[in-house]
């Protein structure tokens, strides 16, 4: 918990402020990130397989402006909290590995993230009760053909006018391997993120290099819906993958949705510095982030991207009060609800470490597995203050009742808001993916006790700053910006209409491309597929 230290000036001067991102962290199934807290009265997440809990959460999150940017305010403000929308999390697998292996045992009875439903279904229903609120939905690379998913991704977008954000993942879990390969085995995490490389090119060729963007004419006197001469196949002959095409959608409005991503392994880091426009990051501390923040902006940098159209968030669960002592009782009632036996399950399934065989009060920097005596020794040092600095098995699960991990604040809309200003200011952070202790408390708190004091700081906006416009409009604060920003690989793909390029567009999804395949050789030193292979 943070107190004090306040830091309003983060840029120094009278630079343009950093915008941050406020995103409600979800995922269809209930407790989420706080195993065993749907037995809580107050708790209504188990209530994720109606549409009408899921269309009152986005109406809530809307009026409260959990949206993506802000419009200018003081430019002598040096940080200004915006809010995005609904970040939605997946899994395609059980938590297996405590007490394992392959026993899910712990997670169906305790409910950690078990049952969980498919994420994109209930989008279009949210999307129709609300005008400008954007949707990250995770999708796994790994286990569907690139042409089925760049239809849906396209359909979803279209229903949405825009508002639609991807998350790529590569999937990790066994559990999910095991149902989803027809008994081959998951590839390794390196090979993961090669596939997904060529993934990414297939899926950008089909949204913005198969069809032109004027090609759709509905010229109802001379019979015309498309035209046919602009829409073409792709031809794309892989490593991985045989796509002729063409797209089956015409250009949806952002064609290619909002890229995010999780990952910061090495592999992970270069996949998030050329494709992601959000990344999604959990630690307890903000220096444990700042050193993988600061190489994915300067890889970014090397590709020919701006740093700043990266937009980092980290998980953030505020316990809020309007005293410091009632902040701390809600925080004791909520724990005292937390499962145990489920909150391993997610650790297990997180770190692939079994803490199965370790005593509750055995401190674990002491234990013989190299592999938790090097995560316990990462945590002491950001997080010192824990028990004393004795992490044991207990306290690693009492951590991860409330909040899972990550930060977890305790206290006044001024003690959390304080932190979030240390996060943004040492771990180089663009905004937060609240988690939620329980649904839908924990975000109406935000909205009615911190976001007040956000505004009162001059740090919060009233209103989103393009009503009604896509998800890449409102992250990235430009009216008519659609379409990922130049420098972007997907941005360089896009077969415009002359008219377009008439207007100053820097491409047309044809140069440097013949059906979508690059013919310009890149500088061998820049390639993310050597960086993801080496």
């Not at 949206?67 to 929308?85: N, P």
Request: with cysteine; glycine share 10%; hydrophobic share 35%.
């Amino acid at each position: 918990m943070a107190v004090g230290n306040r830091v309003r000036f983060v840029n120094g001067g009278d630079k343009k402020p950093k915008r941050l991102i406020l995103n409600a962290f979800v995922e269809s199934c209930s407790g989420h990130q706080s195993p065993g807290l749907w037995r809580h009265p107050d708790d209504r997440s188990s209530n994720f397989n109606s549409i009408k809990h899921w269309i009152d959460l986005a109406k809530l999150l809307e009026a409260g402006k959990f949206q993506y940017e802000l419009c200018d305010l003081d430019w002598k403000s040096m940080v200004l909290i915006t809010a995005s929308g609904m970040f939605i999390a997946d899994v395609l697998g059980g938590y297996d590995v405590y007490g394992g292996p392959k026993n899910l045992t712990p997670a169906i009875q305790s409910g950690a993230q078990w049952p969980v439903n498919e994420p994109l279904a209930m989008v279009s229903a949210m999307a129709a009760a609300t005008e400008s609120l954007g949707f990250g939905i995770t999708i796994s690379s790994s286990y569907e053909q690139p042409y089925h998913l760049a239809r849906r991704m396209s359909t979803i977008d279209h229903l949405s006018s825009g508002r639609v954000g991807w998350n790529v993942v590569t999937g990790y879990l066994d559990s999910a391997a095991r149902n989803l390969t027809n008994g081959a085995s998951q590839a390794e995490h390196d090979e993961r993120y090669a596939m997904c490389e060529e993934y990414m090119e297939v899926v950008y060729k089909l949204w913005n290099s198969s069809w032109r963007s004027d090609a759709v004419k509905l010229d109802r006197k001379a019979g015309i819906y498309t035209d046919p001469t602009l829409v073409r196949e792709i031809n794309h002959e892989g490593k991985y993958f045989n796509v002729p095409g063409p797209h089956f959608c015409q250009p949806s409005p952002q064609r290619t949705p909002v890229i995010m991503q999780a990952g910061t392994s090495r592999a992970g880091k270069a996949f998030a510095a050329k494709h992601a426009e959000g990344i999604f990051v959990s630690a307890h501390s903000p220096a444990a982030v700042a050193k993988s923040i600061a190489d994915i902006r300067e890889q970014a940098v090397k590709l020919g991207r701006d740093p700043s159209n990266i937009k980092f968030l980290a998980k953030f669960c505020p316990i809020l009060g309007r005293t410091q002592e009632e902040a701390e009782a809600k925080y004791a009632d909520y724990v005292q609800y937390g499962d145990y036996e489920g909150a391993l399950a997610l650790f297990g399934g997180w770190t692939g470490v079994d803490m199965a065989p370790y005593k509750d009060d055995e401190e674990l920097r002491y234990v013989d597995s190299n592999a938790i005596k090097s995560y316990i020794e990462g945590l002491i040092k950001v997080a010192p203050d824990v028990n004393g600095g004795k992490w044991t098995k207990k306290t690693l699960a009492e951590h991860i009742m409330v909040g899972g991990l990550g930060a977890t604040c305790v206290g006044t809309p001024d003690v959390v808001a304080d932190e979030m200003e240390r996060w943004v200011r040492e771990g180089d952070v663009d905004g937060f993916n609240i988690a939620y202790a329980i649904m839908p408390a924990t975000f109406q708190d935000t909205i009615e006790l911190l976001i007040p004091e956000l505004q009162r700081r001059g740090i919060f906006w009233d209103d989103f700053h393009v009503p009604g416009g896509t998800y890449r409009e409102n992250l990235f604060e430009l009216k008519g910006q659609h379409e990922p920003l130049l420098g972007h690989p997907a941005e360089r793909m896009i077969w415009r209409a002359p008219k377009e390029e008439a207007r100053g567009t820097k491409t047309n999804g044809t140069n440097g491309y013949t059906n979508g395949y690059h013919y310009e050789e890149e500088d061998e030193s820049l390639d993310p597929m050597s960086m993801q292979l080496s």
